[in-house]
C-alpha cells in the first residue's frame, strides 16, 4: 500500500472516532459498549497505520537517498544538507571517475532541480564562500606526518568585506531578473478653490540583472586530492572558496570590466565628494550629501592607507581628536581592504566610500560549479589534476545615491 493510500484510511478513521465521541457530547452522555468496542477497534487501526506509515516512509527515503534525490522534509533542512557536503569526497568522486552518493549527491540533485539546469562538473553550495580559514598552494607540507595542519600558515589575503558590509543576496535564480523601480513620484501642491490639480505620472525605471560567470583552474596533486585528512578538506574548500570570493568582492566593490558585473564605484549616479581638502568640514559634507538623498549612510570603506591617513588627522583647529578613531568617523563604522584600489595618477588618490551597502543586490544564479580534469598533458605527466571552480552571478545598485564616493585624497 502507497503511503498516499495509507494517510488516507488514516484520515478516514480517525474522523470516524471523532465523530464517536462528537455523538456522546452532543447527548450529555459517555459512550455505549458498542461505541466503545468501535472505538478501540479504530484506535488499533489508526496506530497499526501509523506503523504501516513509517516503513513505507522510510523505504520511500531510502529509494530516494540511493538515485540522489533528498528524502522528504531534508529540503527544508538545506543548510543542514550544505554542511554536511564534502568537497573532499567530490573531488575524490571524480578523480575515480564514479557517481556522487550520500550528502554531495543530494546536494547535487537539487541544486539542479533548483537552478534548472545541468552542472558541466558538480555542485558545491555557495554557503563555502563564507567559510575562511587557511589556503595553501602547495600539496607536499599537507601530508599529516608530524606536522601540526591545524597550525598551518597561510597566504595574506585581502580582507573580503562586501558581503559582510550587507549587500543583499538573491539565491536561486534561473532567467534574467527584472526588478521594478519607480523612479519619479506624484507631485503635490495647493489649488485655488476650483482650481486644477497638476496632471503628474508615476514613471518606473527597473533595476535588471542577467548571469556574469567568474572561474579559475587551479592544480592539485593526486595524493593530496585522496587524503582523507579533514584538515586537508578545509584547505581545500578555503582555497577554491576565496578564488571566487575575491572575484565577486571586487566586482562588488568596482566591476565594470570586461565581462563582469558593474559594482558601486561603476554605476552611474553615484554621488561625488571633494577631499583634497582632508578636513572634518567635508567629512560631515559627504554625509549631508547622503542625507539629502534621503538615504541613511551606513559605513564608510577604504584601503589601509586611507585609514592611516583618517587616523592621523585632525579634525580641525579646536576640535580635540582625529578624523577617525576607534575604527569610527562621524559615529559611522569604517572597514578597510586592499580590494578598494587606488585612483592611477601622478601621484596616485586614495579613495573613500560612504553608502548603505542594502542597496547592493547580489544575484546567484549557480552554486559553486567544480569540475576535475585529470587528463591534462601537463598535469597528468606528474600525476597531478586540474580543477574548475566557477559561479554564475551578478550585480546591481538599487539606488545609486545611497553611495558617495571620493577620490581625491592625497597620499
Known amino acids: 500500500m502507497n503511503l498516499s493510500a495509507i494517510r488516507e484510511q488514516r484520515a478516514a478513521k480517525v474522523a470516524?472516532?471523532?465523530?464517536?465521541?462528537?455523538?456522546?457530547?452532543?447527548g450529555k452522555r459517555a459512550l455505549t459498549a458498542d461505541e466503545q468496542t468501535k472505538f478501540d477497534a479504530l484506535k488499533a487501526g489508526v496506530t497499526d497505520l501509523e506503523q504501516q506509515e513509517g516503513r513505507a516512509q522510510f523505504l520511500a527515503d531510502a529509494e530516494r537517498r540511493m538515485q540522489g534525490t533528498p528524502a522528504d522534509g531534508e529540503h527544508r533542512d538545506r543548510a543542514g544538507l550544505e554542511g554536511r557536503v564534502s568537497l573532499m569526497r567530490l573531488l575524490q568522486a571524480q578523480v575515480e571517475g564514479r557517481a556522487l552518493t550520500g550528502a554531495e549527491a543530494e546536494y547535487h540533485v537539487e541544486a539542479e532541480r533548483r537552478t534548472g539546469r545541468k552542472a558541466q562538473g558538480m555542485f558545491l553550495p555557495m554557503a563555502a564562500l563564507e567559510t575562511r580559514v587557511n589556503t595553501t598552494?602547495?600539496?607536499?607540507?599537507?601530508?599529516?606526518?608530524?606536522?601540526?595542519?591545524?597550525?598551518?600558515?597561510?597566504?595574506?589575503?585581502?580582507?573580503?568585506?562586501?558581503?559582510?558590509?550587507?549587500?543583499?543576496?538573491?539565491?536561486?535564480?534561473?532567467?534574467?531578473?527584472?526588478?521594478?523601480?519607480?523612479?519619479?513620484?506624484?507631485?503635490?501642491?495647493?489649488?485655488?478653490?476650483?482650481?486644477?490639480v497638476s496632471d503628474t505620472g508615476i514613471?518606473?525605471?527597473?533595476?535588471?540583472?542577467?548571469?556574469?560567470?567568474?572561474?579559475?583552474?587551479?592544480?592539485?596533486?593526486?595524493?593530496l586530492i585522496m587524503q582523507s585528512s579533514p584538515d586537508i578538506e578545509q584547505l581545500l574548500r578555503?582555497?577554491?572558496?576565496?578564488?571566487?570570493?575575491?572575484?565577486?568582492?571586487?566586482?562588488?566593490?568596482?566591476?565594470?570590466?570586461?565581462?563582469?558585473?558593474?559594482?558601486?564605484?561603476?554605476?552611474?549616479?553615484?554621488?561625488?565628494?571633494?577631499?583634497?581638502?582632508?578636513?572634518?568640514?567635508?567629512?560631515l559634507?559627504?554625509?549631508?550629501?547622503?542625507?539629502?538623498?534621503?538615504?541613511?549612510?551606513?559605513?564608510?570603506?577604504?584601503?589601509?592607507?586611507?585609514?592611516?591617513k583618517l587616523a592621523s588627522t585632525l579634525k580641525a583647529s579646536g576640535i580635540a581628536g582625529y578624523l577617525l578613531e576607534g575604527g569610527r568617523m562621524a559615529e559611522l563604522p569604517f572597514f578597510n581592504t586592499t580590494q578598494v584600489p587606488e585612483k592611477a595618477g601622478s601621484p596616485n588618490k586614495l579613495r573613500l566610500i560612504l553608502g548603505d551597502w542594502s542597496q547592493v543586490l547580489l544575484g546567484i544564479w549557480s552554486e559553486i560549479d567544480i569540475l576535475v580534469n585529470p587528463f591534462d598533458s601537463t598535469a597528468y605527466a606528474r600525476g597531478g589534476v586540474l580543477v574548475r571552480a566557477m559561479s554564475t552571478v551578478d550585480i546591481a545598485v538599487r539606488h545609486p545615491t545611497a553611495f558617495v564616493h571620493a577620490e581625491d585624497i592625497a597620499l
Open 137 to 196: 598552494t602547495t600539496g607536499n607540507d599537507l601530508v599529516p606526518t608530524d606536522h601540526r595542519a591545524d597550525q598551518f600558515i597561510s597566504p595574506l589575503r585581502n580582507a573580503l568585506l562586501a558581503r559582510r558590509l550587507g549587500v543583499r543576496v538573491l539565491s536561486g535564480l534561473s532567467g534574467n531578473v527584472s526588478i521594478p523601480k519607480q523612479a519619479t513620484t506624484t507631485s503635490v501642491g495647493w489649488v485655488a478653490q476650483n482650481g486644477a
Open 203 to 223: 514613471t518606473t525605471d527597473p533595476v535588471t540583472m542577467t548571469p556574469k560567470h567568474a572561474g579559475g583552474v587551479t592544480e592539485m596533486s593526486r595524493q
Open 16 to 26: 470516524d472516532m471523532r465523530a464517536l465521541l462528537a455523538a456522546a457530547e452532543a
Open 285 to 308: 559634507g559627504m554625509i549631508e550629501k547622503a542625507e539629502l538623498e534621503n538615504t541613511m549612510a551606513a559605513n564608510w570603506l577604504g584601503g589601509p592607507k586611507v585609514k592611516t
Open 238 to 283: 578555503d582555497d577554491l572558496a576565496y578564488m571566487l570570493a575575491k572575484a565577486i568582492d571586487s566586482a562588488l566593490i568596482i566591476g565594470g570590466g570586461s565581462n563582469e558585473p558593474t559594482g558601486v564605484l561603476a554605476t552611474s549616479g553615484i554621488q561625488t565628494a571633494n577631499l583634497a581638502t582632508l578636513s572634518w568640514a567635508n567629512v
